[in-house]
């Protein structure tokens, strides 16, 4: 069965430990980052359905980036749940 393709996109916001390479995390396309004065990062990126900010979560992991949090940002309402 194949995810639903959806027209609205939500961005989120996903909190990585400290990375020494950020080419890696660029690598992944159309995001924003924030590092932090501590050593983590925010990711800033948008996806069109669950499985597909999964599958990127999944390839964060894959890296050795693993994600700390993760907040969807919808009509600048937050809902922030465990990575």
């Known amino acids: 069965m194949e995810p639903k393709a959806s027209n609205t996109q939500n961005t989120y916001r996903i909190l990585v430990e400290e990375t020494n390479d950020q080419q890696i995390i660029e690598w992944f396309g159309n995001l924003t980052l924030s590092p932090q004065e501590n050593g983590e990062t925010f990711v800033d990126i948008s996806f069109n359905n669950e ?18 949090s993760i907040e969807c940002i919808e009509n600048e309402n937050l809902t922030k749940t465990n990575a």
């Open 51 to 68: 499985p597909v900010s999964r599958g990127f979560q999944d390839k964060l992991w894959n890296c050795s980036i693993p994600g700390l």
